[in-house]
């Protein structure tokens, strides 16, 4: 396996992937490897997850919406992005698989299809596997109402605790669909009411005063209207994995040097080589910076003689980085080895937060080697 | 405030927060806090993982109550547990006379599909299980294997953007289910979750502007849409400010008959400005979340230690207590 840098993933990837637990900084270094795209000459987008306005204050855009925006700037490529809309996407697949206009309104007015396509968990990390493949295969409208293709789809993960539920959200979907409980629910339609066991009647009944009857009766009828979309939807399923396993994506997988991030990256890079899909690069964000050599032991003593006077709090602040930068470094050792040969690059908890796209320069200046 | 007014306020303290902003942290500090005001501590995580019980140097929990933190010196015993939705399916329905079904509901993987068809199930399902805990509190009820009830049951929510949907399921399902069992669930936890004297909501953030902002906009959600009570926010991971930082290191350690080593003054001077510029940052974050939250802000310190153990969680729960001493008695005007 050649080893590549982020800036080589950049200029020759058509999807990165970036996936890590939440808060540790995946939206902000999807924002700066798309940017890099555009700054390379590529036409990248930049698709973010997270509800919170983060990512278009960052860009300096008033609001990120399903629509792709474009962002100007000086560069000679195009950086454009979109904000994951997890219910107009499910929308559009209905209206996609639908065998005709009666049955995708059927469903989209079904009430237990309007909950889980709003509010379900696990349906944010499927349908955001469905609109990078959307992206990646067919590009976006622009507001102009133009189709627009891309040569780089960046994806922020959702933040999941686990941030393998996204790579196993589309193949959840593919068994639910063969869930033999679905079968069952599904078999007063297909037996049209007759052939009904009677095992699975009293089951039915059993989740109905779990539930109450009026769920159990609005899933039957979603059900029903879904009876024949069932197919389109498992080759569809099939092809975002293949595109996730392809050879043209990459992983990047992202953390913060805390025990905790740490160890969920490592367990996600071991689950990424076991489904033959290698992690391409860490980034560990917010690494407390290290200021000058020293020895830890030497500077708290130093301080501790001080005590008091100016240069003794000048001492013991030295003191606190340099512990503080020492056990970030422990924490991510193993990791570093877990994700070997791909690259690790430290990004430095910075003197000022990232707000605009100067602060964007700045992370990217550590994460492209600049 | 008063350490103990702030602690009987409601049985029930949720925890909620972005990822990140150490909401386990402020989740294991406030629990030993109460503990070592003589409040037999409940800590209750729902998403698994959450570290809760290697703050206090213990084994992962697991669904049936552990100690965390003996009683001892005056404090009361900190327990804990993990709530999943399995566990607690299986109980409600036995509760519901489904014991005969149930373990074949489980079994099964009918739980997924009864979970899709009622979304928020899950969710419920879990507060549903804090409520009944709450309810054991109140009527003093001993559990079959002889542990009393808790007298402050603390929360770690789920991440922040999950917190308001999972704080939200109740009114959600109320909304797709009007009759049966879960409609009474819902309605159940609804009660407690807007009922202050039952149940407070500690957001928690850092003193940076994304996750300012976004508690903000998480408090605005959960007050209008789920109509909890917030407690006061916790703002985890402040620098304990320095004076002194601008002084010329060269200068300073003249005047101190120190000599530094090669090197030594430019280290210094650059740590000295980067926490500078932190400290100052940090005031404006604290300064624009005061402006935009009108709650009392609790202020935990940065320890400068990646990995936080027993003795930390009670120097972070030291200083919780006195921030809530610092913050001012609410005044009481009649309604």
């Not at chain 1, 197919?231 to 997988?253: I, N, P, Y």
């Not at chain 2, 805990?133 to 929360?155: C, F, S």
């Not at chain 2, 609804?190 to 508690?215: G, I, K, S, Y």
């Amino acid at each position: 396996m050649t080893e590549r840098t982020l800036s080589q993933l950049v200029a020759e990837q058509s999807v990165i992937v970036c996936a890590g637990s939440g808060g540790v900084g995946k939206t902000t270094t999807a924002a700066v490897l798309a940017l890099e795209g555009a700054r390379q000459g590529r036409k990248a987008v930049v698709v973010t997850i997270d509800p919170a306005k983060r990512l278009a204050d960052t860009l300096g855009i008033a609001s990120l919406s399903n629509q792709a925006t474009k962002i100007e700037g000086d560069w000679p490529g195009e950086l454009w992005a979109l904000m994951l809309d997890v219910k107009s996407t499910f929308d559009d697949l209905i209206a996609t698989y639908a065998g005709d206009a009666a049955q995708a309104k059927r469903i989209l007015e079904n009430r237990f299809y309007r909950n889980i396509s709003g509010a379900l968990s696990g349906t944010q990390e499927y349908m955001a596997g469905e609109k990078l493949y959307e992206l990646h295969e067919l590009g976006a409208e622009t507001p102009d109402g133009v189709r627009t293709r891309f040569d780089l789809v960046i994806v922020d993960t959702p933040p999941t605790r686990n941030a393998l539920d996204f790579l196993d959200a589309s193949r959840r979907l593919t068994s639910f669909l063969d869930h033999r409980v679905y079968k069952m629910l599904m078999a007063p339609t297909r037996a049209y009411m007759k052939a009904v066991n009677v095992a699975a009647q009293a089951f039915i009944r059993t989740v109905g005063r779990v539930v109450g009857g009026e769920v159990l009766d609005d899933a039957l009828s979603f059900f029903t209207a879904f009876d024949g979309m069932e197919d389109g939807f498992r080759e569809r399923a099939a092809h975002v994995q293949a595109l996730l396993g392809a050879d043209g994506t990459s992983f990047v997988l992202v953390a913060s040097p805390r025990r905790d991030t740490v160890e969920e990256a490592a367990f996600f890079a071991d689950k990424l080589r076991t489904s033959d899909l290698a992690v391409a690069g860490l980034v560990v964000n917010r690494m407390h910076p290290r200021f000058g050599g020293g020895t830890p032991g030497a500077d708290r003593q130093r301080a501790r003689t001080l005590v008091g006077s100016p240069i003794g709090t000048l001492y013991a602040n030295l003191a606190d980085f340099r512990d503080m930068a020492d056990g970030e470094e422990a924490h991510i050792a193993g990791l570093t080895g877990s994700v070997a040969p791909a690259p690790v690059v430290r990004v430095p908890f910075l003197a000022e937060d990232v707000h605009d796209l100067a602060t964007l320069e700045q992370i990217a200046a550590h994460l492209f080697d600049r | 405030m008063d350490p103990a007014s702030f602690l009987h306020a409601s049985r029930v303290v949720i925890v909620a927060g972005k990822g990140g902003v150490g909401k386990t942290t402020v989740t294991a500090a406030l629990a030993r806090m109460a503990a070592r005001e003589g409040l037999s501590t409940l800590v209750l995580e729902v998403e698994g993982k959450s570290g809760i019980a290697g703050l206090f140097e213990k084994a992962a929990l697991t669904y049936d109550e552990v100690v965390l933190c003996p009683s001892g010196d005056g404090a009361a015993e900190v327990r804990g547990r993990t709530l999943t939705p399995d566990d607690a399916l299986l109980e409600y329905l036995e509760d519901h006379g489904l014991k005969r079904v149930s373990r074949r509901l489980v079994a099964t993987g009918a739980m997924d599909v009864v979970a899709t068809a009622a979304p928020g199930i899950k969710d419920i399902l879990l507060l549903g299980k804090v409520k009944q805990l709450e309810r054991a509190g109140d009527a003093g009820t001993v559990a079959p294997d002889g542990t009393a009830p808790a007298d402050l049951i603390v929360l770690d929510a789920p991440a922040a953007g999950h917190a308001i949907s999972f704080l939200l399921s109740a009114r959600g399902l109320l909304d797709a289910v009007r009759v049966g069992p879960v409609s009474t669930q819902a309605r159940d936890v609804l009660e407690l979750l807007t009922d202050p004297a039952r149940c407070q909501v500690v957001l928690v953030t850092l003193p940076e502007e994304t996750p300012v902002n976004e508690l903000v906009e998480t408090a605005f959600h959960l007050e209008d849409r789920v109509g909890v009570s917030l407690g006061p926010v916790v703002v985890n991971g402040v620098y304990p400010v320095l004076g002194d930082l601008d002084v010329d290191p060269v200068e300073a350690a003249a005047s101190g008959d120190t000599t530094l080593r090669s090197g030594e003054g430019e280290a210094l001077a650059a740590a000295a400005a980067f926490r500078s510029a932190r400290q100052t940052l940090q005031a404006e974050q604290l300064g624009r979340l005061a402006e935009a939250l009108p709650l009392p802000q609790l202020h935990l310190p940065f320890l400068f230690r990646s990995d936080l153990g027993l003795a930390d969680v009670d120097l972070l729960a030291d200083a919780l207590r006195a921030a809530v001493i610092a913050v001012p008695e609410p005044s009481r005007s009649a309604p």
